[in-house]
């Protein structure tokens, strides 16, 4: 699978909840139960799926759907924030300083979970920056 990226710069493709539901509700019920236990999330497995930042609302999670940076990188058709110009955008940061924190959890995490369900959403300030320079 190749890598996906969130408008934010989260690795989506490494998200657990990614084409969560062609890999099956065991996945889904697995997800669900990590994510309770790491992130106090309250999902249902059938609601753990997502098919990218740049999949119509109806295809991405919940939480996802309220993102005004994913947002905006689908009314100007851009895949991610990188291939915009403006900075500093409030939208951005607020997207970017909801992950800001995961890292720390590599503390009270096995290495396991630590890279199936945190990994993905960590470095996603440097995955952006380095996706919008010039290559």
């Not at 996945?27 to 992130?39: D, E, F, L, M």
């Not at 960590?122 to 920056?129: A, P, S």
């Amino acid at each position: 699978m190749s890598e996906l990226m969130a408008a934010c710069g989260v690795l989506c493709s490494g998200c657990p909840a990614y084409r969560a539901q062609q890999r099956g509700a065991a996945h889904q019920r697995r997800t669900a139960a990590a994510w309770r236990r790491i992130y106090r999330l309250r999902e249902m497995p059938s609601a753990i799926s997502c098919a990218g930042c740049q999949a119509p609302d109806n295809e991405v999670f919940h939480t996802c759907r309220r993102c005004r940076a994913r947002r905006c990188c689908l009314r100007h058709g851009f895949a991610s924030c990188a291939e915009c110009g403006t900075r500093p955008c409030a939208r951005l940061e607020k997207a970017q300083s909801a992950w800001d924190a995961v890292p720390a959890l590599a503390d009270r995490l096995t290495a396991p979970d630590f890279e199936l369900y945190v990994r993905p959403y960590c470095g996603h300030r440097e995955r952006l920056e380095a996706a919008g320079r010039p290559r």
